[in-house]
């Protein structure tokens, strides 16, 4: 199997790498951008890898994401990654690299709508206020990522949200 | 001793109480509300009981609810645990009512001591001393303002029923004063449905330390030594110590004194905390009295090799201290962070969810308290505490190390949780030096970031690797078991739909 991976690091910095996984046995042949590697990679939980790499040991804990990427953590280090498979039709989408356009705003944790800081069709600023999500006795501001004009707001003041549930859009 | 113990907590401190009446051989009660079927202390107590919804004045702080189990259920003792009814005097006078024995001080005790008016009146008694400033609640704004500039300013109004920073506003001069005035009543209002404030001349980079003490109920009253709690977000506790980096001997010997008497002058029984602050020259001022048992007990578990738990339900058994109290000298050194379901990296958002994997450190000098598990749903009803990660070792520096150790080995996915904070404050050279007050941290985080460690090599090629084996095994398990399309994650989906069951 064949991936593109676009790894993220929390510098923001981007790469895009191409992995072949080969089964061999149990264990996997791997080529990382067309080069044999000596790794050996196994799934040793339901969400943590083990790498050795060289001999050199990694550990990596993988979280997925609603907008399709996953989190990959490994010691005190972050990435973010965005797989697609070459031979596939449609790729994963491209939540996370959608930095223009259309904004959906979704709430970051589970929590209670207690405050609406903007109205339908009001003109933003980048990091402007839009509304106020309560969690574990906190209130947190969920802020505008762009200037724009508030097009929807899918929620009411008192609404229970789960994380990644869309609150509103920004335009 | 007590048969059985109705525990009227939850978290980690319902385990912690839990885990100290099964190594003494009593039966454990548990509550919970509704979101906490789940938790960890429902699983470990020997029986549990629904006491209501989430919301926790519908049912961990329902006097009424808790004292009707513990009589149904044959209870002959309550420990309130710390936070909701620990510090409230109606529950010890509810349980002498019903014939149960209260695992805390006496009501009368506890209002003498506990808010901060009365703490610092009976200071001030008991020739223990005081921030000057006022003793009682001020009623009138310009009375305040003209005694604030008697006292010189900086000063601080403080919330009567306050705590946790609510209510508290530092005035730096005297044209900030009314608007201060007005923030701090108001938010004392909210947030304690008393406006009242006091006046209190506010002390520049101050440690908070505070004295351990227990009482028995035959007259004895001992001191445990001091913790150092001066690394704080936001007036919240965030790392504590013991010994402390600065307390000699002698000071210890002098703050132990002072908490003691002060604690007899109260007429004191069970565990309580006498916290002060510290100057740069070492005076120290009495702040408030906790009468409960603290969050960072266990520090001062690691240092004098008692369980303070146990200690607490023998002395309401009637048991007399049972040890001769004229010098305790702490062996070693023991150091606590604690850990949150909170994202350092967005302005500390809380982080409750679903914890998706997670692997818990182990070994030589560590020691976890915590009220979590693999699988566990952190609800978002309540205090974002997970875990209390504690070091011990023989010097401050090989505790830091043990600590630092343990940090990489703590791995938790499906959550945020603080622990990058502590990576950071653990290599900050004036922590390391000791040089910390109560700013420090808040100081700290408006700095920027240093440079992260860069990763070794290889880390991003594993990082793909790992990525692309996760993503074959994940297709591999949807294919086996449908041809449903492909979830990011069964468990994360399972815990959205529960949680949207249970708040729609």
């Not at chain 1, 149990?26 to 790499?53: C, F, H, W």
């Not at chain 2, 980079?205 to 709690?229: K, M, N, T």
């Not at chain 2, 100081?443 to 990525?467: S, W, Y």
Request: proline share 6%; net charge neutral.
């Amino acid at each position: 199997m064949k991936f593109e991976v676009q790894l993220k690091s929390s510098s923001g910095q981007v790469k895009k790498r191409v992995v072949e996984l080969e089964r061999e046995a149990s264990r996997y042949r791997v080529k990382l951008d067309g080069e044999p590697v000596n790794a050996d990679a196994t799934q040793i939980a339901p969400s943590t890898i083990s790498v050795l790499l060289n001999g050199q040991s990694f550990e990596v804990h993988i979280t997925p994401s609603l907008d399709g990427t996953i989190k990959l953590q490994t010691g005190p280090h972050e990435f973010t990654a965005e797989l697609q498979d070459p031979r596939a039709w449609q790729g994963r989408k491209h939540g996370a690299s959608e930095a223009e356009g259309r904004q959906q705003i979704v709430a970051p944790m589970p929590g209670k709508v207690i405050r609406l800081l903007v109205r339908v069709g009001d003109e933003v600023e980048a990091g402007q206020g839009l509304l106020v999500v309560e969690a574990m006795k906190m209130q947190n501001e969920i802020r505008s990522p762009k200037t724009g004009k508030v097009e929807r707001l899918q929620v009411k003041e008192g609404q229970a949200v789960n994380a990644g549930e869309v609150l509103c859009v920004v335009g | 001793m007590f048969r059985k113990i109705l525990i009227a907590n939850r978290g980690e401190i319902a385990v912690r109480i839990l885990r100290a009446c099964r190594e003494l051989g009593i039966q454990t009660v548990g509550v919970f509300s509704e979101v906490d079927r789940n938790a960890l202390h429902v699983r470990l107590a020997d029986e549990a009981y629904p006491i209501g919804p989430a919301a926790s004045r519908e049912s961990y702080l329902r006097i009424e609810k808790l004292i009707d189990i513990a009589r149904k259920m044959g209870c002959d003792a309550l420990h309130p645990g710390y936070g909701f009814l620990a510090e409230n005097p109606a529950l010890p006078r509810a349980c002498t009512d019903a014939g149960v024995t209260f695992i805390g001080p006496p009501a009368e005790a506890m209002e003498g001591m506990g808010s901060k008016t009365a703490g610092k009146q009976l200071a001030r008694r008991s020739d223990v001393p005081t921030v000057p400033g006022t003793d009682d609640p001020i009623d009138n704004p310009e009375e305040a303002q003209s005694l604030a500039r008697t006292m010189g300013y900086p000063v601080v109004l403080k919330a009567v029923a306050g705590g946790g920073g609510k209510g508290m506003r530092v005035v730096p001069n005297d044209a900030a004063f009314a608007g201060a005035w007005r923030d701090a009543a108001s938010e004392a209002l909210n947030a304690f449905g008393d406006p009242r404030v006091f006046l209190e001349k506010y002390l520049i980079a101050p440690r908070h330390i505070e004295i351990q003490v227990f009482a028995d109920a035959h007259g004895r009253v001992v001191s445990l030594g001091e913790r150092e709690c001066s690394v704080q977000r936001r007036h919240q506790k965030v790392i504590e110590e013991a010994p402390s980096p600065v307390v000699t001997p002698d000071l210890r010997r002098k703050m132990g004194e002072a908490a003691v008497r002060l604690a007899r002058a109260g007429g004191y029984v069970n565990a309580g905390t006498v916290e002060f602050l510290v100057d740069a020259s070492l005076n120290f001022y009495f702040l408030e009295v906790n009468t409960r048992l603290q969050v960072e007990h266990p520090v001062t578990e690691q240092v004098t090799g008692l369980d303070l738990v146990k200690l607490q339900i023998a002395i309401a058994a009637g048991h007399r201290l049972p040890f001769a109290w004229e010098s305790i000298t702490p062996r070693g050194h023991a150091m606590e962070v604690r850990l949150y379901a909170e994202d350092p990296d967005n302005n500390f958002f809380p982080s409750p969810g679903q914890i998706l994997s997670r692997h818990a450190p182990t070994g030589p000098g560590i020691r976890l308290d915590e009220g979590v598990y693999e699988g566990y749903t952190v609800p978002m009803e309540y205090d974002p505490l997970l875990s209390k990660l504690i070091a011990w070792g023989n010097s401050r520096e090989e505790t830091i190390a043990r600590l630092r150790r343990a940090l990489d080995e703590y791995t938790i996915t499906g959550i945020r949780t603080n622990v990058s904070l502590f990576r950071r404050v653990l290599a900050e050279p004036e922590f390391l030096r000791g040089e910390i007050h109560t700013k420090w941290l808040d100081e700290l985080l408006t700095r920027p970031r240093p440079p992260a460690v860069a990763p070794r090599e290889g880390t991003e090629d594993a990082a793909v690797i790992a990525a692309a084996l996760w993503e074959v095994q994940q297709s591999e398990i949807s294919s086996e078991t449908s041809h449903a399309a492909p979830t990011p994650s069964r468990w994360k989906v399972q815990g959205r739909r529960e949680q949207l069951d249970r708040t729609s």
